[in-house]
């Protein structure tokens, strides 16, 4: 999928940013540790070590606050689209409600016998024979007109 975009590119970016800051500090600190404990050194450059160690450290300390900042970030985007997905389920849920409304009217109207639904539609039905009455007086087709009048009657 590469023409997908990645999402959340600061977040992203940040993060490269603190594991290069991080690894930094995590070498610079074996550098440091490696020459205390290994070379005989003179005060001055001890001090420069222990220096070091401690830029190394905050180094490290600052790669750790970053990521956290970003998980909380992450966080709040996750949590920020789980209510949006929750406002839509609810909307479905409603539409659903509604349309098993129009199903369970759908359903009865179909149980209902020829009978019954001629009483219920008679006025529709009147209407449309008079509708087709009219037209075939327009056409000219008498016969067929009486045998709707008499289909009215």
Do not use: C
């Not at 977040?11 to 690894?23: E, P």
């Not at 550098?31 to 005989?40: Q, W």
């Amino acid at each position: 999928m590469p023409d997908t975009p990645q999402r959340l590119p600061s977040i992203r970016r940040s993060v490269r940013w603190a594991r290069v800051l991080g690894l930094a500090g995590v070498v610079a600190l074996a550098v440091v540790g490696g020459y205390i404990f290994k070379a005989e050194t003179d005060s001055t450059f001890r001090s420069e070590l222990l220096a070091i160690g401690v830029l190394a450290a905050a180094a490290i300390l600052a790669a750790a606050v970053i990521l956290l900042s970003n998980l909380v970030t992450l966080l709040l985007k996750v949590e920020g689209n789980a209510f949006r997905s929750y406002g839509v389920l609810l909307d479905l849920h409603t539409s659903l409600e509604k349309r098993q409304e129009d199903l369970k009217t759908i359903a009865e109207n179909v149980q209902l016998s020829d009978a019954a639904r001629a009483i219920t539609h008679r006025s529709r039905e009147r209407t449309a024979l008079r509708l087709a009455i009219n037209e075939e007086i327009i056409r000219g087709d008498w016969e067929a007109a009486y045998a709707l009048v008499e289909q009215l009657e």
